[in-house]
Structure formats: structure tokens, C-alpha cells
T-cell receptor, first 114, second 111 residues
């Protein structure tokens, strides 16, 4: 088990609503990355936060936003939910935002949009 | 665009046999590669990594081979056990921690 935790475990939302997912990074890690994993697919990079700043973003629209706090925990916010947003949302923490370091994943939050 | 792909979507092996899972990557600038294991209902679990200045790296029962000439990565699991049954992903890192994952290979171990 890694020291990365996520909440909630499962969530059901209606199309058009907003959702906030939370992640606590492993002790000693200052970087959090968020990924979206659709059923049967590999995780897709959403964005990364390093020292409370966004440090890279994948091909996701602006309605996907995030925050990182001084204790390096992080939030992922999704506005105007769409059915295709249904997925497993994973966060991963690592030692540095410069790349080349192991990323350790949390258990994920399963989001269902109806 | 950038992509990491796997040659075989499913792999079935007998307990005790060796398993080999293959992966192709497209970006020759990638300098760091990771193999993850994902069990049902869980997040990906780090298995082993390798940097582009290496060809081979060994861990406990696992070996990763990197062939930069043909942009190919493989994961070898020795003496495969039922507990190894899972989906295995390779991932490449060439943009400071932005991991690009392949679709995954499902490994099934028959007792």
C-alpha cells in the first residue's frame, strides 16, 4: 500500500453538476498528478501540481481544475459534468515535479455521472 | 501524437512459468519508463522503472528490458504466481512527470 489516499471512494453525480475530489500525498512528496482512467483504458494525464502551482496539463478542458495546498494535498474540481466524465480518477504523488521519479498512486475515486 | 502501446491485450500463463509482457513507445525523447500493476478496484502499483541510459534492470522476480533502437520495452516475471494476475501497464515520462500509459495487458495465471 502507498501512503496516497483519496476521497471519496465512490461518487454519483448528475450531468451538469460540479464535483470535488481530494488527494493526500505520500509523506515527503511535493508533487501531485491527476489522471482519468476510463473503463478498460490506461490512465490519461489531466494535470500536475508542484509546490502549489500547476506544472503541466494534458488534453482536458478548462472545466477540469485543481488546487494544491501547503501540505501538498490536492483537489480536482470538475464543473458542468458530462456523461463521458464517468471514470476512475487517480492521483499520484512523487518527490519532484521535474520528472524521472516514481509516481505512487492512490486507490482512486470512481465517479459515475448520470 | 505520442503513444505507448502494448502488443498483446491478454496473456494467459501456467503457474510457475515465466511471463513476458511487451510494450512499444513512440517518443524517442522519452527518458524514463515505468511498469505498473493494477488489480481490480485498485490504483496502479509501481513495479519497476528504468532510465534511458540503461538496457536492463532487475527487481525481485521482475526484469525490465529497454531497446531504444526499436523503441521497445518488456517486463519479464519469473515463476509467475496466481497473485501476479492483474492488468499491467507500461508508461513513459518525457515531459517532467507527465506519464503516458498504454492500454494495458491482462495477465491471467492458471493454477
Amino acid at each position: 500500500e502507498t501512503g496516497v489516499t483519496q476521497s471519496p471512494t465512490h461518487l454519483i453525480k448528475t450531468r451538469g453538476q460540479q464535483v470535488t475530489l481530494r488527494c493526500s500525498s505520500q509523506s515527503g512528496h511535493n508533487t501531485v498528478s491527476w489522471y482519468q482512467q476510463a473503463l478498460g483504458q490506461g490512465p490519461q494525464f489531466i494535470f500536475q501540481y508542484y509546490r502549489e502551482e500547476e506544472n503541466g496539463r494534458g488534453n482536458f478542458p478548462p472545466r477540469f481544475s485543481g488546487l494544491q495546498f501547503p501540505n501538498y494535498s490536492s483537489e480536482l474540481n470538475v464543473n458542468a459534468l458530462e456523461l463521458d466524465d464517468s471514470a476512475l480518477y487517480l492521483c499520484a504523488s512523487s518527490f519532484s515535479g521535474t520528472g524521472g521519479f516514481e509516481q505512487y498512486f492512490g486507490p482512486g475515486t470512481r465517479l459515475t455521472v448520470t | 501524437g505520442e503513444s505507448v502501446g502494448l502488443h498483446l491485450p491478454t496473456l494467459s500463463v501456467q503457474e510457475g512459468d515465466n511471463s513476458i509482457i511487451n510494450c512499444a513507445y513512440s517518443n524517442s525523447a522519452s527518458d524514463y519508463f515505468i511498469w505498473y500493476k493494477q488489480e481490480s478496484g485498485k490504483g496502479p502499483q509501481f513495479i519497476i522503472d528504468i532510465r534511458s541510459n540503461m538496457d536492463k534492470r532487475q527487481g525481485q522476480r521482475v526484469t525490465v528490458l529497454l531497446n531504444k533502437t526499436v523503441k521497445h520495452l518488456s517486463l519479464q516475471i519469473a515463476a509467475t504466481q496466481p497473485g501476479d494476475s492483474a492488468v499491467y501497464f507500461c508508461a513513459e515520462d518525457n515531459q517532467g512527470g507527465k506519464l503516458i500509459f498504454g492500454q494495458g495487458t491482462e495477465l491471467s495465471v492458471k493454477p
